[in-house]
C-alpha cells in the first residue's frame, strides 16, 4: 500500500544549489500537487497538475518549476535555493472531480533545510 | 480571494474534555473538507461535507457545514490523547479541480493524559 510516496524524505542544501523532489503515486489519480507547510502558515500550493503533460501555477509559484511527464510522476525543482525556501513540501494525488470533493491523498513530506 | 479562517490556532486540552474548533470564511464553499495530520506525516482526511447544515458524525467526532456553506465546525467528544494533531479545514468549489481547493491554517490540538 504505496500510495503517494516522496524522495527524498530530508535534504541540506546551501544557497544556490540546485534539487529535485520526486513524487510517485501508485493509485492512477489525474490529478498531483506540490504544496509547502510552514509554521502558521497552513497549505500553500506551489504547482500542480491536472494531467500527464500538464501542469499550472498555484498560490506561491515562485523560484519553483515542475514536471509532469508520466502520469504517476510529478517532479519539483528548485533552480537556485534561497534560505526562505526552507519548508516543509508535501506532494498529494486525487482522482479526477469536477465537484471539488475528492480526496486529498498526501505524502509524507519532505524536510528541505536551505543554509 | 477566499480565505478559512480556524479558531482556536492552539488548544490544550486534558483528556476526556470536549472540545470545539472551528472554520469561518466570508465565502461560500460547495464542499468543506477537514484533515488531521500528525506530527511527522501528510494530512488524512476525516470528513467531506457538501450540503448546507449537514452534519456527520465519526466516531467521538461531529463535523457541521454551515447552513450557508461559510463555516464549519468540528467537536470531539471526551478527547483522547490519540486526537492530538493538526486539524486542517480545506474549502472546495464547484467546476475547479482540486487546485482550487483553500486550506485554513490549522488548529493544533494537544490532549494530555
Known amino acids: 500500500n504505496a500510495g503517494v510516496t516522496q524522495t527524498p524524505k530530508f535534504r541540506v542544501l546551501k544557497t544556490g544549489q540546485s534539487m529535485t523532489l520526486l513524487c510517485a503515486q501508485d493509485?492512477?489519480?489525474?490529478?498531483m500537487y506540490w504544496y509547502r507547510q510552514d509554521p502558521g502558515m497552513g497549505l500553500r500550493l506551489i504547482h500542480y497538475s491536472v494531467g500527464e503533460g500538464t501542469t499550472a501555477k498555484g498560490e506561491v509559484p515562485d523560484g519553483y518549476n515542475v514536471s509532469r511527464l508520466k502520469k504517476q510522476n510529478f517532479l519539483l525543482g528548485l533552480e537556485s535555493a534561497a534560505p526562505s525556501q526552507t519548508s516543509v513540501y508535501f506532494c498529494?494525488?486525487?482522482?479526477?472531480?469536477?465537484?471539488?470533493?475528492?480526496?486529498?491523498?498526501f505524502g509524507e513530506g519532505s524536510r528541505l533545510t536551505v543554509l | 480571494t477566499q480565505l478559512l479562517e480556524q479558531s482556536p490556532q492552539f488548544l490544550s486540552i486534558q483528556e476526556g474534555e470536549n472540545l470545539t474548533v472551528y472554520c469561518n470564511s466570508s465565502?461560500?464553499?460547495?464542499?468543506l473538507q477537514w484533515y488531521r495530520q500528525e506530527p511527522g506525516e501528510g494530512p488524512v482526511l476525516l470528513v467531506t461535507?457538501?450540503?448546507?447544515?449537514e452534519v456527520k458524525k465519526l466516531k467521538r467526532l461531529t463535523f457541521q457545514f454551515g447552513d450557508a456553506r461559510k463555516d464549519s465546525s468540528l467537536h470531539i467528544t471526551a478527547a483522547q490523547p490519540g486526537d492530538t494533531g493538526l486539524y486542517l479545514c480545506a474549502g472546495g468549489n464547484y467546476g475547479g479541480s482540486q487546485g482550487n481547493l483553500i486550506f485554513g491554517k490549522g488548529t493544533k490540538l494537544s490532549v494530555k493524559p
Open positions: 493509485m492512477n489519480h489525474e490529478y
Open positions: 465565502s461560500v464553499f460547495s464542499s
Open positions: 461535507v457538501v450540503t448546507g447544515g
Open positions: 498529494a494525488s486525487s482522482r479526477r472531480d469536477s465537484l471539488g470533493t475528492g480526496e486529498l491523498f
